[in-house]
DNA sequence: CACCAGGCAAGTA
DNA sequence: TACTTGCATGGT
């Protein structure tokens, strides 16, 4: 069995178990940006009060964040918590894309993907993580994201070393599946899944984990 | 009450 | 390079 039959193996059980995810939930490309940045070491759900204060406001947009003073942008991020931190590294992307696409997150699309990575990484607030759900899921680009989950569930099945950081992880992915956007995009969506629901930090349910497997 | 959630940067040794 | 800590709300 190569790396490249596991990897698909576990994906076709995912989306057996559970069906297609529907990621990233969002109505534009850069309320998938704002959205990335909302969601570190935050719950999805505490992440979506924030996004419909911000569209209740009617400031979810780069314009409307742009005249936000960063108290005011504070307060209406306030569910998503780190909320004085999480209203910096907002103004600090705005400015990114202001200063190197004019505003416009879609003008980013032409790049390559490297450089473009490189120049979200740059950004004080954006790490890897970030940096690459918003290639994958606001630009499209072919680049797997990984998360605390998926270094989670690949090290209980020993698919990977307990202390294999983000690039190596990220690597034994991009290496061996064809790199489609979409493929990426439902194979992190599906871990997140399978973390949430059977994979959680303290009470891990590997006995009827949907990829577990007796030796 | 404790622990966790779709991280990251800054400080320390 | 390899830890450690601060950031913070809301659910279980």
């Known amino acids: 069995m190569t790396k490249r039959q596991k990897l698909i193996e576990i994906f076709d059980k995912l989306l057996e178990r559970f069906g297609p995810q529907e990621w990233w ?9 704002i959205g990335a940045i909302l969601t570190q070491n935050t719950s999805w759900q505490n992440v979506e009060r924030a996004i419909a204060n911000l ?10 964040l742009s005249r ?9 991020i306030r569910p998503a918590g780190y909320y004085n931190i999480k209203a910096g590294r907002i103004r600090n992307f705005l400015r990114f894309l202001e200063e190197n696409y004019r505003g416009s997150l879609g003008r980013m699309r032409s790049k390559d993907t490297g450089t473009l990575r490189k120049e979200l990484l740059s950004v004080n607030g954006i790490g890897p993580e970030t940096a690459d759900s918003i290639l994958l ?22 698919l990977a070393g307990p202390k294999a950081d983000y690039e190596a992880l990220q690597r034994l992915f991009m290496a061996n599946l064809t790199r489609q956007p979409a493929l990426f995009n439902e194979y992190h969506a599906l871990l997140v ?21 007796k030796k």
């Not at 969002?26 to 309320?31: K, L, T, V």
């Not at 899921?137 to 020993?158: G, N, Q, W």
């Not at 899944?193 to 497997?213: F, R």
Request: proline share 4%; net charge positive; with cysteine.
């Open 25 to 33: 939930p969002a109505d534009s490309a850069f309320e998938v940006a």
């Open 55 to 64: 569209k209740k406001a009617r400031r979810l947009s780069f314009n409307g």
């Open 68 to 76: 936000l003073k960063e108290k005011e942008l504070a307060r209406l």
């Open 137 to 158: 899921y606001a630009l499209e680009k072919p680049v797997f994201v990984v998360d605390a989950y998926t270094r989670r569930i690949f090290s209980r099945h020993r």
């Open 193 to 213: 899944k399978l973390g949430k629901d059977y994979c959680k930090k303290t009470k891990a349910a590997c006995g009827i984990c949907p990829i577990y497997e």
